[in-house]
């Protein structure tokens, strides 16, 4: 059984950055899917950013220009580096895996982190 666990969450001004982390206590090689989803106070959760195994990316509009995912697949850890945050990124981030790529844009894969919380002022 895979266990996800995020890090990297934390209070930041508006226009800075933060850099999260998903390791995996497995081996992340097996996952074509992984990816990041957000939920904020009273709103359903939403896809932030995904990739595939062969490095194909997908990002909200909301992130498109501004975050950047990326895999290490040695070191079982997906990142998102997220630059010029806004207050409207406040959420709690989770990260999401699967075998199929699909699954995580869909939001139906397996394997789900605990969450981190992000917290953008203004």
């Known amino acids: 059984q895979v266990q996800l666990v995020e890090s990297g969450g934390g209070l930041v001004q508006a226009g800075g950055s933060l850099r999260l982390s998903c390791a995996a206590s497995?081996?992340?090689?097996?996952?074509?899917?992984m990816g990041w989803y957000r939920q904020a106070p009273g709103k359903q959760r939403e896809l932030v950013a995904a990739i595939s195994s062969g490095g194909n990316t997908n990002y909200a509009d909301s992130a498109k220009g501004r975050f950047t995912i990326s895999r290490d697949n040695a070191k079982n850890t997906v990142y998102l580096q997220m630059n010029s945050l806004k207050p409207e990124d406040t959420a709690v981030y989770y990260c999401?895996?699967?075998?199929?790529?699909?699954?995580?844009?869909?939001?139906?894969?397996?394997?789900w982190g605990q969450g981190t919380q992000v917290t953008v002022s203004s």
């Open positions: 999401a895996a699967d075998i199929r790529f699909a699954a995580v844009l869909a939001g139906t894969n397996h394997y």
């Open positions: 497995g081996s992340i090689f097996g996952f074509n899917g």
